[in-house]
């Protein structure tokens, strides 16, 4: 089994400010997805971003970017330019990687509230 | 883009009674999954199914059971309702793992299921 930790439950930023939220997850797998899900107010989730075990790349959409660590387990999601609408709940979460269909449910941490003051 | 539907989005039960929750994943996904967020929590994975076969099982209840239909719809069935089963209930898909977002889940907005 997997576990994911996420050990700030809480920060707040100003606006327009970097901010870098911590993961770190440990599983026996080698191949693996990792992903940053941003749960607003609405409580809708949202894709922020996705990572494969097996690319060294790290995965960066817009304003999101990630240090994704392997050997030392660790997965954080740097939040650049932040902006009101960013305030939300943050959750990291494991995934397990089949070559053919299906797959295992995700594994997420307990989350960090995100605040941006303006 | 089209997106995961559920439905019912709100549904308010008693104690003892049934209740169906239904989701219609994204068009061309194959694979569906069944979560519940408890007041805050992070979501608990309940079950998934890939082409209409069940694929991995999380901490389902017994009294609850699920199925994926020739159309790829599921149907998750809760009985025997408790308090305790009051929870946001999300549905996602994903699609095959071929492509950038193979294996991605995608989440619909969730049933607010309330349990007096």
């Known amino acids: 089994a997997q576990t994911v930790t996420q050990s700030q439950p809480e920060m707040s930023v100003q606006e327009a400010e970097t901010v870098t939220l911590s993961c770190t997850y440990d599983?026996?797998?080698?191949?693996?997805?990792l992903f940053w899900y941003k749960q607003p107010p609405s409580r809708q989730m949202i894709l922020v971003i996705r990572q494969e075990a097996y690319k060294q790349q790290n995965a960066t959409e817009n304003r999101f970017s990630v240090n994704f660590q392997k050997a030392a387990k660790s997965f954080s999601l740097k939040i650049s330019d932040s902006q009101l609408g960013d305030t939300a709940m943050y959750f990291c979460a494991f995934m397990k990687r089949y070559s053919g269909g299906g797959a295992d449910g995700l594994t997420f941490g307990k989350g960090t509230h995100l605040i941006i003051q303006p | 883009a089209a997106g995961v539907i559920q439905s019912p989005r709100h549904l308010i039960k008693e104690k003892r009674e049934t209740a169906t929750l239904k989701c219609y994943p994204i068009p061309r996904h194959d694979t569906v999954y069944w979560y519940q967020q408890g007041p805050g929590q992070d979501p608990q994975f309940l079950i998934s199914?890939?082409?209409?076969?069940?694929?991995d099982k999380g901490s389902i209840p017994d009294r609850f059971s699920a199925q994926q239909f020739s159309d790829y719809h599921s149907e998750l069935n809760m009985s025997s309702l408790e308090l305790g089963d009051s929870a946001l209930y999300f549905c996602a898909s994903s699609s095959p793992p071929r492509g950038l977002a193979g294996h991605t889940q995608y989440f619909g907005p969730g049933t607010r299921l309330t349990v007096l």
């Open positions: 599983t026996s797998e080698n191949n693996y997805y």
């Open positions: 199914f890939y082409e209409k076969m069940q694929s």
